[in-house]
């Protein structure tokens, strides 16, 4: 299998506040992961590409010092938003996958909802 | 920023019929992939078409690869209530990125 877990699953946070999201490969080690946002109703934008061991490579537009992306372990990747604003709020997913041969699939956590007041 | 567009946007069709979703993107690929949304939750891989294929099946679905054209479709045939869902469509590039880029969707609903 390939179980991704992501935590918590929704949050509201005053505005100016920090969030951490945590995303876990269950039961495969995961070289490489990939954060996600979604508005309502639209597809996924790709943040940025996560790789353990170093530092996050960001997608043009996104702000590194606002998404700081923690890659710490084979099985944990962290996104926080810091000093979040009501247009943070969105849909944030992340996603996994396994290194060798058939490491081109992406195995998805079930998202988190994130609402700023 | 979005590889490609896929359409239509929205599909409504009855229980036991197909639903085609076609998608289109802009760049060069390694492959594309089709995947599943169930409404606010996460994605679900359905099947992976490498840019020297040309033609795919998984149980019920059809895939379609033309790269001469940048296009791809899914076929979901016999089509049941539990296919309600958005679908996207994603591109694999040709650096060792794994990046995908995600087309815009096609949210299908499946009338019982």
């Known amino acids: 299998g390939a179980v991704v877990s992501q935590h918590p699953s929704w949050v509201i946070c005053k505005s100016g506040t920090s969030v951490k999201i945590e995303c876990r490969s269950l039961?495969?080690?995961?070289?490489?992961m990939f954060w996600y946002r979604q508005f309502p109703k639209q597809s996924l934008m790709l943040m940025a590409t996560?790789?353990?061991?170093?530092?996050?490579?960001?997608e043009q537009g996104v702000e590194k010092d606002k998404f700081l992306i923690n890659h710490a372990s084979l099985t944990l990747s962290t996104l926080t938003v810091t000093s979040a604003h009501p247009e943070d709020s969105s849909f944030y997913i992340c996603s996994a996958r396994k290194p060798g041969l058939a490491g081109e699939t992406q195995y998805f956590g079930p998202g988190t909802r994130l609402l700023v007041l | 920023s979005q590889q490609g567009e896929e359409d239509p946007q929205a599909l409504s069709i009855q229980e036991g019929e197909n639903a085609t979703m076609n998608c289109s993107y802009k760049?060069?690929?390694?492959?594309l992939q089709w995947y599943r949304q169930n409404s606010g939750r996460g994605l679900v891989h359905l099947i992976l078409?490498?840019?020297?294929?040309r033609e795919k099946h998984s149980g019920r679905l059809r895939v379609t690869l033309d790269t001469s054209k940048k296009s791809s479709s899914l076929l979901i045939t016999a089509s049941r209530a539990a296919d309600t869902a958005s679908y996207f469509c994603?591109?694999?590039?040709?650096?060792?990125?794994?990046?995908?880029?995600f087309g815009s969707g096609t949210r299908l609903l499946v009338r019982p």
């Open positions: 039961d495969f080690q995961a070289t490489t």
């Open positions: 996560s790789n353990e061991g170093s530092k996050a490579t960001y």
């Open positions: 994603a591109t694999g590039g040709m650096d060792s990125s794994y990046k995908l880029i």
């Open positions: 760049t060069s690929i390694n492959n």
């Open positions: 078409i490498r840019s020297n294929e």
